[in-house]
Structures are given as C-alpha cells and as structure tokens.
Nanobody, 124 residues
C-alpha cells in the first residue's frame, strides 16, 4: 500500500511563507521522483515543482522559480515545499505525487500516486 500524506498548509497573509511536507510510505524505495502540484477553484491542476531522489535534480514551474523550493529527505521518505513571498494567487489545494519513472515532470498524468492535498490560503 502506497500512501502520500501532505501537511503544513494553512492561512497566511500575503508576503508570508509556508513549508509543506509530504510523507511517503509503502513502496517508496522504488520512487524515481516526487512532485508538487496545485489546483485552485475552477482551474486545472498545475505543476509546481519536482525532485529526483537520486542526484537531487529539481524542476520548477517557470512562474514559481525563486519563490518556491523543493527538497527531500531520503531517510524520512519526505519531500518538502518551501514557499516564500506568497501571494493570493498562490491560494490552492496543494498535492504531492510520486512517480516510478522519468519523463515529463510537469505532466500530472505521468505520476503514479497522489496524496489527498493540503489547503493553502493566502489573504491580501
């Protein structure tokens, strides 16, 4: 049984920061990479960032580079998303996802497992 559990979401004022965590359990040793996506009400799910477990290569949505940082802790099977200078447009449900193979990291359909999401709300 593979399970991804996100935490760390909440309400923050514009300009503030949050750190999301995603704890993975189950067949985590076979994960090739982990990613974060977000979905705002009435919008499609969009790619935020991804990280390869080996080599620690990271990938970001162009619009979020410089504000968001993805990192991972193999020993804890946990991936993090540090979000700084948050703006109201960052308000969304943030999902963690795992994938068993390489490919196009921003394509949600290529991920094999998903968490339930954690809500991030940024007030103006």
């Amino acid at each position: 049984q593979v399970q991804l559990v996100e935490s760390g979401g909440g309400l923050v004022q514009a300009g503030g920061s949050l750190r999301l965590s995603c704890a993975a359990s189950g067949r985590t040793f076979t994960y090739y990479a982990m990613g974060w996506f977000r979905q705002a009400p009435g919008k499609e799910r969009e790619f935020v960032a991804a990280i390869r477990w080996s080599g620690r290569n990271t990938y970001y949505a162009d619009s979020l580079k410089g504000r968001f940082t993805i990192s991972g802790d193999n020993a804890k099977n946990t991936v993090y998303l540090q979000m700084n200078s948050l703006q109201p447009e960052d308000t969304a449900l943030y999902y963690c996802a795992g994938r068993y193979s390489s490919g196009t990291y921003y394509r949600a359909q290529e991920y094999n497992y998903w968490g339930q999401g954690t809500q991030v709300t940024v007030s103006s």
